[in-house]
């Protein structure tokens, strides 16, 4: 069978069909992180660092223990450690010297809310009674929370076992800036002799959160043999359980983990946070243990994204041409490293084809919670930096923004700085698309200003494990090792009805626990249609030859001469209309009593993964005496590659724009003076409410990825990469002045506004 | 660990009671949707709660001679649907109705917005606006004040050990009144108010105006009656030097703090321009009624 064409007919692929876990979500009945209680459980509460920065000089947990209810009570002391890991660096650092301190402090507490003990106690209110009994006393130590101050000589140094890596004058200090990574190519100043304009400008990003609505919660419980069974919301309970195997010194069999359904993740449970800890305790106790964060503490302890600062500088000739390029980012990674330098330095300028090009990106320690991925990690801000910077360039030089970046279009056969190289993409179409839209061209009113930005992101592949099963009546259960967070579940069911030919009523999607399946890898990195996809697709194919042979068998012919139709076995010669066609159902039926039953599995490595390009058209309006900031049209224009699913496809481009916006104009991380988090809720943290977004517009480009079956491209993150470069944009254009520093709140906006008045008079 | 207990009385003499005996730890409970916050935050560990939700006093809205009085336990979505008040208080009714969600509107009282004592309570500037006034049971019996003496600092009243609010009065109100309530937001819900104006006017035949009161919220420890205010609006029409005026004056009676929900700078300038946008809200209503 082949890969994709654009001209098939596909019964399903494309279409709007009912979303399978719809029923169970809107009564209520999805299971989610906290919803599981298992008769005997404890509850545990984290004992958290009320300061940024500080030794811990000693913990006395006999208080603690003595009360009433308390079962067990742990520290660092409790928690496996282990060594720095050495080079060479994988582009995700999962370093468990770093994760064990990470889990619970060590030496020092890193930020505030870093957790420094646990409670496991008959009910969560002695539970947290006991924290209060905790004694843990402090050396309040200097504390740093820009990542360019930070790494400066002289400041507060976080790990002192961290020297920078790749420093040729192998360093004697250590230093919060881990390392840098660059890509480069050409003659920077040869590209900048042949610029007419060139532009510099400084841009600043705060750290965003995920903002997943379902705190993080566990449950994990263990046995008398050492085994343990593990209940989170994760978006990968096979990593999951890797991390927790590798952390705790146990064997991988010993820990199974079931994933339950999942309120939102956006890279945000990547990684473990309260499962050691919940482990730990089962262990030390021998009952189950129950760990749920409140909102606070995922604001004060789990990740959010970088923050960052970044120098830029772009030349480019009279007819638009872009001569040469720079860029230095500070990316904060938060208390450890591991911020997406690498991905940054890959997105920065990859949709353009720059002669002359070099980014450098550096990681660096704050006094801040470790960053985790969030939803195309290090790409929106790099492009809140370059796309600025193109649209200033576009606007001095008087061309049409999408003109601009039509005339320095990479296409098929074109790198990006990290060496990805473009197969089939849709950049041009998806430019083209914008340009013809209703939108490009509609009338703005007075205070009003359009924004435009382009993304660009190269999804994964990977490891994914998929086992599907005919049962005896004609239906068939998909079980993949991917949560469902944006709609797996319907495209895995398309995908298998499609193939089989069969009703999607008939095919129930299911996410099985690691003890069921094959390795698979997160739900991230717009990977899980892709590469989870793809192993479905294989899956039931080995269902349809098994079937096939089975037809074969009972017609007495060559399973050669058997093909697969509409769902049914069908014998491929003429002359031989004697023979009935056998339906899936009718082989399903037969198979128990032919030879066993039918199955069908596929455990693959997907490479060949497709770049995507997402563009945003976005409409302001900007109250002039306030600053208020009204989003009035929004259209994303993306190259998806095939939409197995249109709605969760426009789903997930509406998401991501909504995410942008707030990133944008309000979200931020707001510390006092001692570096203590002063907006841990949704209620200061403002991440934008339903009325706070006009309806956003999708426009599906297709042109598939020829490397997969169905043709598909990731789709989950570009949409949120050129976002808030989109809305920047518009308030830019709506004001008549640049602007450099998410977010645009109203105060900065405002006093921008004012300070325009005051040059004009 | 103390123990929380939960009683619900019928009556005023019985809600003092259980107040008076339960001590500083003894809490009023309305809607509970800035106690139970509150509680969960671990922010206050109260013994006694006292529910008042059963006493019917709190519960009615009643139209007296010469004012209107609002239980203390009627909810935003009460006040909301009350055809009646909201014509003859659109203001109050407005600010109100913008407290929290669909979901909190169900339960939060006007009470508990005024109890609460939060500098950026939304009803309270439209409630001094209108010359409400609060009526109070307490061991001593019943005494009401005016709402600007109600709050004395963030989260703090001028309630004495074993008071509660019974309810609200609000003035009859005659021809040619109007009022409006505005805040600002950095979203469009779910927030809470970087600055709130509370404008309430009426006007002479001739369309000056007769009477006027504004008060802000959220740009001092407690909401402000703007005294200027009245003395730059009555006897003149809203034109641009009157607005002028009155910006400045909203301006200049901000004493606001830099924080987590705005700046010090931003604040004082956005009192003014609310205060001239509700003022002109307040004008037109009251030159239709
Ligand atoms: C999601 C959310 C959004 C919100 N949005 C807003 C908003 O936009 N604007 C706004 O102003 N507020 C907002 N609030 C706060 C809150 O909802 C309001 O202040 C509400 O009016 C409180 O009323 P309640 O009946 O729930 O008070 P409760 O929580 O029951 O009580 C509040 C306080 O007042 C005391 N109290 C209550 N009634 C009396 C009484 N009769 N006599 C004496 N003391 C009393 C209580 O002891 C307690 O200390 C929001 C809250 C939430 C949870």
């Not at chain 2, 009676?253 to 300038?269: E, L, Q, W």
């Given at each position: 069978m082949s890969n994709d064409q654009s001209t098939t007919n596909y019964r399903w692929v494309g279409k709007r069909t009912p979303r399978p876990d719809g029923v169970d979500k809107v009564t209520g009945r999805a299971r989610y992180g906290d919803d599981m209680s298992v008769p005997g459980m404890l509850h545990c509460k984290i004992l958290r660092s009320p300061h940024a920065h500080a030794r811990i000089v000693s913990i006395d947990l006999s208080k603690a223990k003595a009360l009433k209810g308390v079962k067990a009570v742990l520290t660092c002391a409790e928690i496996p450690d282990h060594p720095l890991s050495e080079p060479p660096y994988a582009p995700i650092i999962n370093d468990m010297h770093d994760i064990s301190r990470n889990v619970m402090a060590r030496e020092k507490v890193l930020y505030d809310g870093h957790a420094v003990a646990a409670v496991a106690a008959t009910s969560e209110r002695i539970a947290r009674a006991a924290l209060k009994l905790i004694d843990v006393e402090y050396e309040v130590l200097p504390h740093v929370l820009d990542p360019l101050e930070a790494a400066q000589p002289g400041a507060p140094i976080l790990n002192e076992d961290q020297f920078t890596f790749g420093d040729e004058t192998e360093p004697k200090v250590p230093s919060n800036l881990f390392r840098s990574i660059t890509g480069k190519r050409g003659d920077l100043e040869a590209g900048f002799a042949e610029a007419d304009l060139i532009i510099e400008r400084e841009f600043i990003s705060e750290p965003v959160h995920q903002g997943y609505i379902e705190p993080l919660a566990c449950i994990a419980t263990t046995s008398e043999d050492g085994c343990v069974e593990l209940w989170t919301t994760t978006q990968g309970h096979f990593v999951i359980r890797a991390l927790c195997a590798k952390l705790l010194n146990m064997e991988l069999a010993k820990i199974r983990v079931t994933a339950s359904e999942i309120g939102g993740g956006f890279g945000g449970k990547n990684t473990i946070y309260g499962e050691p800890v919940a482990i730990r305790l089962s262990q030390m106790t021998g009952r189950p243990v129950r760990m749920v964060m409140t909102r606070t503490e995922v604001f004060r302890a789990s990740g959010p994204t970088v923050g960052s600062r970044s120098k830029i500088k772009m030349g480019a000739k009279k007819d638009g041409t872009i001569t040469a390029a720079e860029v230095d980012t500070w990316y904060q990674a938060g208390a450890f490293k591991g911020a997406p330098v690498g991905r940054a330095v890959e997105t920065y300028f990859s949709s353009y084809k720059i002669a002359n090009v070099r980014a450098t990106c550096y990681d660096v320690c704050v006094n801040r919670p470790k960053v985790a991925a969030y939803r195309a990690p290090g790409a929106p801000m790099a492009a809140f930096a370059a796309e600025g910077a193109i649209n200033e360039l576009a606007d001095r030089l008087g061309i049409d923004p999408i003109d601009f970046r039509l005339k320095n279009a990479v296409g098929e056969g074109d790198e990006s700085l990290m060496g990805s190289k473009y197969g089939q993409i849709g950049l041009v179409e998806v430019l083209e698309k914008v340009?013809?839209?209703?939108?490009?061209?509609?009338?703005?009113?007075?205070?009003?200003?359009?924004?435009?930005?382009?993304?660009?992101?190269?999804?994964?592949?990977?490891?994914?494990?998929?086992?599907?099963?005919?049962?005896?009546?004609?239906?068939?259960?998909?079980?993949?090792?991917?949560?469902?967070i944006g709609g797996s579940r319907s495209s895995m069911r398309v995908m298998a009805a499609e193939e089989l030919g069969i009703d999607i009523e008939l095919i129930k999607p299911i996410v099985a626990d690691t003890g069921s399946m094959g390795y698979s890898h997160l739900t991230a990195g717009s990977r899980t249609t892709f590469a989870t996809g793809w192993a479905v697709v294989n899956a039931v194919r080995e269902i349809i030859d098994k079937l096939r042979a089975l037809a074969a068998k009972k017609w007495g012919i060559s399973v050669d001469d058997v093909i697969w139709e509409s769902g049914q076995a069908v014998p491929k010669k003429a002359g031989q209309d004697r023979i009935k066609p056998l339906s899936l159902k009718e082989l399903a039926g037969m198979a128990t009593k032919m030879g066993g039953a039918i199955a069908g599995h596929s455990e693959i490595n997907a490479g060949g993964v497709g770049a995507a390009f997402s563009a945003q058209l976005v409409d302001v309006e900007v109250d002039p005496e306030t600053g208020f900031v009204t989003p009035t049209r929004y259209t994303v224009v993306q190259d998806v590659g095939r939409a197995i699913s249109p709605d969760y496809v426009e789903g997930q481009m509406q998401g991501g724009a909504v995410q942008g916006i707030g990133w944008a104009l309000n979200e931020a991380y707001i510390y006092d003076a001692e570096g203590r988090l002063q907006n841990t809720g949704f209620l200061d943290y403002r991440m934008p409410v339903a009325s706070d977004v006009p309806m956003i517009d999708t426009v599906l480009v297709e042109v598939p990825n020829p490397n997969h079956p169905y043709g598909v491209r990731g789709v989950g993150e570009p949409c949120l990469v050129p976002a808030p470069a989109a809305v920047a944009n518009a308030v830019e254009n709506a004001i008549g002045r640049t602007m450099s520093w998410l977010p645009l709140s109203p105060p900065k906006i405002l006093q921008a506004i004012e300070e325009l008045k005051l040059a004009a008079e | 660990m103390a123990e929380l207990k939960y009683e619900s009385p019928q009556t005023t003499e019985a809600a003092v009671a259980l107040l008076a005996a339960g001590g500083p730890t003894a809490r009023v409970f309305a809607g509970g949707t800035d106690l139970m916050v509150q509680m969960h935050e671990e922010m206050i560990e109260p013994t006694l709660l006292v529910d008042i939700k059963r006493i019917s006093e709190t519960r009615q809205i009643t139209f007296e001679d010469d004012y209107v009085r609002i239980g203390a336990a009627v909810t935003g979505a009460e006040l909301g649907e009350h055809a009646e008040l909201k014509a003859m208080w659109p203001g109050v009714v407005e600010a109100v109705e913008l407290i929290g969600s669909y979901q909190v509107q169900g339960r939060a009282t006007i009470g508990g917005n005024l109890c609460n004592a939060s500098p950026a309570a939304d009803s309270v500037p439209a409630l001094i606006a209108a010359a409400a006034r609060v009526v109070i049971a307490g061991p001593g019996g019943v005494r009401d004040i005016p709402v600007e003496d109600m709050p004395v600092g963030p989260g703090r009243t001028s309630l004495a050990a074993g008071e509660f609010v019974t309810s609200l009065l609000l003035p009859k109100r005659a021809e040619r009144a109007g009022d409006a309530y505005l805040r600002f937001i950095p979203r469009t819900e779910m927030d809470i108010a970087v600055v709130g104006v509370g404008v309430s006017v009426t006007l002479n035949p001739d369309g000056t105006c007769a009477t006027a009161r504004m008060a802000l919220g959220a740009v001092a420890p407690t909401a402000r009656l703007v005294k200027a205010a009245s003395d730059i609006l009555v006897g003149n029409k809203l034109?641009?030097?009157?607005?002028?005026?009155?910006?400045?004056?909203?301006?200049?009676?901000?004493?606001?703090?830099?924080?987590?929900?705005?700046?010090?700078?931003?604040?004082?300038?956005?009192?003014g321009v609310l205060a001239c946008r509700a003022a002109a809200i307040a004008w037109q209503r009251a030159e239709k009624n």
């Open positions: 340009k013809s839209h209703p939108h490009y061209a509609a009338p703005l009113g007075p205070n009003q200003g359009r924004g435009f930005a382009l993304g660009y992101w190269m999804h994964g592949g990977g490891l994914s494990s998929v086992s599907a099963h005919l049962l005896d009546d004609g239906t068939v259960t998909v079980a993949t090792g991917n949560p469902d | 034109d641009h030097a009157v607005l002028e005026a009155l910006a400045e004056a909203a301006s200049d009676a901000c004493s606001p703090i830099d924080d987590k929900r705005g700046t010090i700078v931003f604040r004082t300038k956005v009192a």
